[in-house]
Every structure is written in structure tokens, then in C-alpha cells.
């Protein structure tokens, strides 16, 4: 019998090495982009077509291969980052196993051009399948270019395999974010079919997070700073009153690299402890420095989790450098209002000398959500039941005195639990028993235990509709009313892949919208819920809350709609709210899950303390 063993082709072994390494077009930017920052670029461009499929081109101004280079680069198992095995303990460069190219080039049409800042020419050089097309000398400019194309071509099963537009491009910004946030000071730009996606200018690490996450991501960030011989540990935490239910903002880098890191991740959550309801996750980007040899990355070319020698140590770090983050923020004397949310409240003397503008103290540790008990399911604007929430409304007003007001009412002092505080007769009982008054057509304000309570009627409108929004989008039974003229929409191609994307949940929530043609669409139908509102313009203000700060989108996608259809519908500030429905917006409130805040993170209640009250009158 003759033997039956044989060498595979290299053409069939980097196919093989591509199936671990390149799975997807996300994978190929990743690695091309890497490959970029090892070459010292400050600019990486990236365009793409149809996600992807037909075109990935990587374009950078790093240092450029000479000609032996270039053509060695997709030999497998060819890389300039190291030489032996004691490398292996001190990377110091995102690649280091030298497939990647190898890879790449044994599944797709590829062609590179590349020329070193001393050359004069550059080289052109075509790999289709592994196989070198040709080789010449091209003018290009200094640094490197790669224009991947049809990707999978000659792998059928893995071209069918690929999901939809929308989710391949959601793994490519997964990744640009992640190589984005490690690498702030290089520029990076993404085009999908000639539309921007992304521009990033070189920038400090605060700018770029808030370039990529949104403006609001700026009030929010606390600085984190330790520094020790075992690790240097910098970045940003979110302020607890910013953190969100869902993941996409939580990111560890340990030299320049993106990583996972369970371990860590409850480290800082156990920070929060106490300050955080459970369910709540915090925003964090977390850098650590370490010295090379000191971790593993050596798992598995497409994993991001990484070993580290002294995790335990350095959970520790990381735990209190978090914790010391998060004090310094609280010790914060009082709570900003913004100018929308500060209190105009009418004086009388006439003359206005010594007149001084009323000043508000807030207890900064005060934790609206500790021992909060009336968490109840979110329900309907205009139906609030009455079960165990109605308790919790009577001991918030005082009206039952038993044990555990304490337990509820806003952290009252000792001495104003017991005086009693005398209401204005213009005040209106509502039927659940409360006293309320609509001020200004922007806030309602109601007596409770401890002082006067401030709402803000748009931001707890938005915080009912938030939650109401999010309920139908679980349960796919939002109601839809037809239009009776169907709009035209035309948007640019990447708010259209957004849209798209949103479709199904759009429909849930009850919007009827259609595909007509490239890029555009035809609305026909509203949520019943939304009443008689400008279809185009909520769809228009949806999209740009959207872009603006989308994270992960995966996982946010579904709260971000909701806020932006919330904001896009909420009852305007100048509007003037009926005692009843003063009333129901105040019992939905407290309905809702989370009432302290608005689906953006801002106050909705504030209560002036009757100490203050009683101050100013002495
Ligand atoms: P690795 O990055 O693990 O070394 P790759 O297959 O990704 O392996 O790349 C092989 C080699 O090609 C690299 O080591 C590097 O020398 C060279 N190379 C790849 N991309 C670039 C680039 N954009 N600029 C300069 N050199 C590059
Ligand atoms: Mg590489």
C-alpha cells in the first residue's frame, strides 16, 4: 500500500489559517488597520463597498514596505515584528503572528500599493487566491494602500455565510471604535459607498470618546489616575447618573490593544456598589500600562481576552482607583442646573438691592434610587393603576405617618420631619390625595415630606413615553394609525442603512415605513400614541439622534429609538397642562421604573428642602 500523507499547498493552508483569522469583513479592517498602526501611520482611511464585500481599501501614511518587503508581507508566517521566541514575551505591536496578509490574500482579489518615504517609486503588486498576478513599480505616495476585493470569491460557502449589510457594518464600526478609542491621536476616517461614517480628527482621548459617543458622554466622564510599578491605570468613568441599562460603552485597553476582561469589569461594577441600581451599567474606558512580559496575548489571534500575571493586584488598583474617581465626583457641593432646569422663583421686594438670585443646595449624596420601593412595571400614560405604588406616593406625601417614611422621603433632616408645612389654598387635590400646582408651564410643583418637589413636565413626559416605547418594542403590539397622506423620505445612504436597520422596530413600536427604491422610503403609518406629529421630522430627528453617540448599536439600538422618539414627542415646555393631566403625568412618573431621570440623564425631580425654605425666612 503506497503512503497516503501529503503536504497541503500553501495556497490551502492559508486558506485554512484564514478561516480562524478572517471570518468576516470586519476581521480584514481589523487586521489591515492594525498593520497601519504598526507602521507608525497618524491617518488610516478606510472605504468601503456594500459592506464590505466588493471593496475594503485601507489607506495610510506609515512608514511603506521596500519591494521584498511587500512581496514577503503575504508570505505566511512573514512578519517584520518579531524574530524568536523570547519576542513573544515583549510584544509590543498589535501584530506579531505575520497570517494575516497570507490570509487575506489566499481568499480574496488583492492589490497593494506601497512606497517608503526615502524611495522614489513604489510597488504595485496583484495577489488573487494566493496567487501573485503581477509585480511592477508604481508612483504612489509614501505609506501603504490595500484595496481588498470580493472577498470570499473563491470560497462560496463563506460568502453566503456573511449576515446582512447592516450587521456586517455594525461589526466594522464595533472595530473601528475599538482601534478609534486605543489610538485617539491618530486621524480616522470610514466611508461606506462614498457616504462619511466616521471622521476622526487626531485628537486627545477625552474628544475622541466624545466624537464617537456624543456630546452628552462630556458632562459625564471622571477622571481615572493610578500610577504604580506594576501598572499605570488611566481613563474615564461615567457618573452614576449616566450609566444605562444596556452594554456598548464599557471598554479596557491594555497596551493600545482593545480587551475583554470579566474579571475586571465586576472590579469596577463593585465600585459603583451602592451607588448604582443593579441593573444599571456605568460607562467606563479604562487604559492600563503594563510591562509586556506581563501579559498573554498570545490566546488565539481573534480573541480579545488577555492574561495577565497579576490580576488579583491589579484588580485591586483598578477597584480603588475607580472608587476615588467616583469620590472626588461627589464631593461635588451641589448639583448644576442647567439653564433649562433652574428655578425662576419670584421675590417680592422692589427694590433690588441685596437681592440675590435664590441658591439651591442639593445633598450630593442623596441616591434616589437607594431603597427605592416603588419600582413598578411601566404602564400607560392615560390609565395609571392604582396598586402598591399608591402606598408609596402616601409616604412620600406624608399622609401616612407610619415607620417608614424615613425609608422612602427624600433623605429628610431630623428637625424637618417634624415641622409641618402649610399649603397655599391655590394648590388642587388631585383624587390620589396630592397637592399640586403647574408653574411657569414648565415645572409642577407639589409639597412632599421633606420640602417642596420640583418636576420638570417635558423631561417626565419623555421618561413616561421612554418607557412606554420600550415596553412595545418588546411586546410588538404598538398600534399604528394610518396617515391619510403617505410621506415621501429621501435620505443619504448611510442614515438609509440606519433606518433599515430600525425597520423592524419602527414597525413594532407601530410606524409603518417601506423601502421605495435607493434610499427612499415611504412613512404611511404613525404609533397611535404619537397623535397628529410631523412624521418626517421625528424620523429625520431619530436618525440624528442615532449617529450621534450610537455606540455599540447592537446593543443600544432599541433605547436609543425609544429616547429619540421620546424626545421628538414629549409635551414642549410653554405648554400648559391641565390639573388632570398634571396629575396623571405625575402618577405615570412615579409609575415608571427608573423617575429620576430622563431617558437623556437629566434631573426631572428636585426637591427644595424645607430647611432651605425655613433659612431664608430667618
Ligand atoms: P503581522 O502584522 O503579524 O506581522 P501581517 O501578515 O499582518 O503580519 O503583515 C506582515 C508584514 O507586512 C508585517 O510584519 C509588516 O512588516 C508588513 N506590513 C503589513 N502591512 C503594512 C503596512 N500598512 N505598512 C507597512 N508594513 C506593513
Ligand atoms: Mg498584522
Not at 151 to 172: G, M, Q, Y
Not at 254 to 261: C, D, E, L
Not at 522 to 547: F, Q, R
Request: with cysteine; hydrophobic share 40%; glycine share 6%.
Amino acid at each position: 500500500m503506497s503512503d497516503i500523507i501529503r503536504l497541503l499547498s500553501d495556497a490551502v493552508a492559508n486558506q485554512i489559517a484564514a478561516g480562524e483569522v478572517i471570518q468576516r469583513p470586519a476581521s480584514v479592517i481589523k487586521e489591515l488597520v492594525e498593520n497601519a498602526i504598526d507602521a507608525g501611520a497618524t491617518k488610516i482611511q478606510v472605504q468601503l463597498k456594500d459592506a464590505g464585500r466588493t471593496l475594503i481599501q485601507v489607506t495610510d501614511n506609515g512608514k511603506g514596505m521596500s519591494p521584498t518587503d511587500a512581496r514577503m508581507a503575504f508570505e505566511r508566517h512573514a512578519t517584520s515584528k518579531i524574530r524568536d521566541a523570547a519576542d513573544l514575551f515583549a510584544i509590543k505591536t498589535m501584530g506579531f503572528r505575520g497570517e494575516a496578509l497570507a490570509s487575506i490574500a489566499s481568499v480574496a482579489d488583492v492589490e497593494l500599493k506601497t512606497k517608503r518615504e526615502d524611495d522614489e517609486v513604489g510597488t504595485f503588486i496583484h495577489i488573487a487566491a494566493s496567487e501573485v498576478i503581477k509585480q511592477e513599480e508604481t508612483v504612489t505616495a509614501t505609506g501603504t494602500s490595500f484595496w481588498v476585493k470580493n472577498l470570499f470569491f473563491n470560497v462560496p460557502a463563506r460568502r453566503k455565510f456573511l449576515k446582512s449589510n447592516t450587521t456586517e457594518i455594525k461589526h466594522i464600526i464595533t472595530e473601528i471604535q475599538r482601534v478609534a478609542m486605543a489610538n485617539p491621536e491618530i486621524a480616522f476616517v470610514l466611508h461606506h459607498n462614498g457616504t462619511p461614517v466616521y471622521d476622526l480628527p487626531a485628537s486627545n482621548l477625552r474628544k475622541r470618546i466624545v466624537t464617537i459617543f456624543g456630546n452628552s458622554m462630556n458632562q459625564s466622564l471622571v477622571n481615572v489616575n493610578s500610577e504604580t510599578s506594576m501598572a499605570k491605570i488611566t481613563g474615564f468613568i461615567g457618573q452614576p447618573k449616566y450609566a444605562r441599562r444596556t452594554f456598548g460603552e464599557q471598554f479596557f485597553f491594555v497596551n493600545g490593544r482593545y480587551m475583554k476582561h470579566p474579571f475586571f469589569h465586576r472590579g469596577i461594577m463593585q465600585a459603583y456598589d451602592k451607588i448604582l441600581p443593579h441593573e444599571m451599567i456605568p460607562s467606563y474606558f479604562i487604559y492600563f500600562e503594563v510591562d509586556p512580559a506581563a501579559i498573554d496575548i498570545n490566546i488565539h489571534p481573534t480573541k480579545t481576552e488577555i492574561k495577565f500575571e497579576n490580576e488579583s493586584s491589579i484588580w485591586q488598583l483598578l477597584h480603588a482607583a475607580v472608587r476615588e474617581g467616583l469620590g472626588k465626583f461627589n464631593v461635588v457641593p451641589s448639583i448644576d442646573f442647567d439653564q433649562s432646569g433652574s428655578i425662576d422663583i419670584p421675590i417680592a421686594p422692589k427694590s433690588t438691592d441685596g437681592l440675590h438670585r435664590p441658591e439651591i443646595e442639593i445633598d450630593p449624596t442623596f441616591n434616589p434610587f437607594e431603597e427605592r420601593s416603588y419600582t413598578v412595571k411601566s404602564r400607560g400614560f392615560s390609565s395609571p393603576n392604582e396598586d402598591e405604588n399608591l402606598g408609596n406616593w402616601e409616604k412620600l406625601y406624608g399622609t401616612n405617618e407610619s415607620e417608614e417614611i424615613e425609608q422612602f422621603s427624600f433623605q429628610p433632616s431630623a428637625e424637618s420631619q417634624q415641622t409641618s408645612f402649610i399649603e397655599p389654598q391655590s394648590m388642587v387635590s388631585t383624587e390620589m390625595g396630592r397637592n399640586l400646582i403647574t408653574f411657569k408651564n414648565k415645572y409642577i410643583l407639589s409639597p412632599v415630606k421633606s420640602g417642596l418637589m420640583v418636576i420638570d413636565q417635558r423631561r417626565a413626559h419623555q421618561r413616561i413615553l421612554y418607557e412606554q416605547f420600550m415596553q412595545t418594542l418588546g411586546s410588538h403590539n404598538g398600534v399604528c394609525q394610518q396617515l391619510l397622506f403617505p410621506q415621501t423620505l429621501e435620505i443619504n445612504s448611510s442614515d438609509a442603512v440606519l433606518l433599515l436597520s430600525m425597520l423592524d422596530d419602527l414597525t413594532a413600536i407601530g410606524f409603518d415605513i417601506r423601502e421605495f427604491g435607493p434610499n427612499t422610503f415611504i412613512v404611511s403609518g404613525l404609533p397611535g400614541i404619537l397623535g397628529d406629529t410631523n412624521a418626517k421630522g421625528i424620523i429625520e430627528t431619530l436618525l440624528e439622534e442615532l449617529k450621534t453617540g450610537a455606540s455599540d448599536m447592537k446593543d443600544r439600538a432599541k433605547e436609543k429609538l425609544a429616547t429619540s422618539l421620546a424626545v421628538a414627542s414629549a409635551v414642549e415646555y410653554g405648554y400648559q397642562l391641565s390639573t388632570e393631566e398634571a396629575g396623571t403625568l405625575i402618577d405615570n412618573l412615579f409609575a415608571c421604573e427608573t423617575p429620576n431621570y430622563s431617558p437623556s440623564g437629566k434631573p426631572i425631580i428636585e426637591i427644595i428642602k424645607l430647611d432651605e425654605i425655613e433659612k431664608r425666612f430667618k
